[in-house]
């Protein structure tokens, strides 16, 4: 999960200022000196954290946060308040030109992630509305342009390609006036990326860059790499001015040194975020929501979204049909697994809740998608008729159903009393919307 080292260690560093009704210098201080090394561990560029320590320091020990109410939480917010700084203050959007297409050229080292993020990213703009076209340059990579063509194929964006011996400068070229006579509004370059920064490629994509005259110029990243990614950043921004960076493997990386470095050091924004495998799994860069995740704060407005963009409305109206009738089935619950686990991983979801990290029930409590997976299976080794009436599942049918998904019949008993207690939950809750009818109440915001 991003950035779970370090947000468990800044966890720690504040649970001892949490509820204290005074605070002195000291307090602080020694809270800062935990926070810092936490971001060091984090792999976070020292100068950085030197500045970043300083500054919250000194906001922290004004007379203002020292006389507060809560001094501890005050002292929280300012820490909050100076990472949405460090990663950029706001959200920082691909920038269209008025007169289509948009070019935005990707750039990168090889193992990036960057033919992958270019389907991610293709398909996120169309479903903004935007008609984009991805353009394969990279010529060297074997089955490059053949991995494009794949991504592109699955997220229904067209790809341009000219093979592999053709000069990429060219088909750049050639590719975006292809766009322009099928009216694509959004031109995606995959161009060749090295294992290290060598000369001739930087003069490569100075070149195409010269051609196509790109609208943006997007540094992939892996954030994985840690301090080594800002050192490539700012090694391409020298050559090319880099307009933003999009950082790849986000969920593979615990510490997050990357994300909180590249924007203080260079000077250019996160734009996106790759945060999974899917080639959905790809979000808009918001500073303060980032920043708001890493103090385990929860992140509201993300968890809304993924939720508003993966929800069926229609399934949604039905389900609250079937929730009042109690009529809810196993079909139904299959139906809602399948579109949570559309959301992305569960223990991050768990992480956007406001209050989750910290809540002292749940901790110890495992949370992982492999319980889903196998909830999943033991309701497909299920008859359709099963699904529908689960009054049906006697003995002998438990052990066909077990042996089905390759579990055992405890796995199935307590799925089946979950089940129940879920179907009492319902019932309870409908009662209450009637009793609030009667009474002329609110309604109750389950239904």
Known sequence: MAFESLSEKLQGAFNQLRGRGKLNEKDVKDAMREVKLA???ADVNFKVVKDFINTVTERAIGESVM???????QVIKIVSDELTNLMGKTQSKIEFSSKPPTVIMMAGLQGAGKTTTCGKLGSLLKKQGKRPLLIACDVYRPAAIQQLKV???????PVFEMGSDVNPVKIAKAGLEHAIHFNNDVVIIDTAGRLHIDESLMQELIEMKEVVSPKEILLVLDAMTGQDAVNVAEHFNKQLEISG????????????GAALSVRAVMGKPIKYACI???LTDI???YPDRMASRILGMGDVMTLIEKAQENFDEEKAKKLEKKMKNQTFDFEDFLDQLEQLQNMGPIGDLLGMIPGMKNNKSLQGMEVNDKDLTRTKAIIQSMTKKERLDPDLINSSRKKRIAAGCGLHVSDVNRLLKQFEQTKKMMKQFGGMEKKMKRGGGMKFPFF
């Open 39 to 41: 971001l060091l561990e």
């Open 283 to 285: 979000e808009e860069f």
């Open 67 to 73: 006389q507060s109410l809560t001094p501890g939480q």
């Open 276 to 278: 999974g495998e899917k």
């Open 245 to 256: 960076v999009i950082l790849t493997k986000l969920d593979g990386d615990t510490r997050g």
């Open 151 to 157: 991504v592109g194929e699955k997220v229904g964006v």
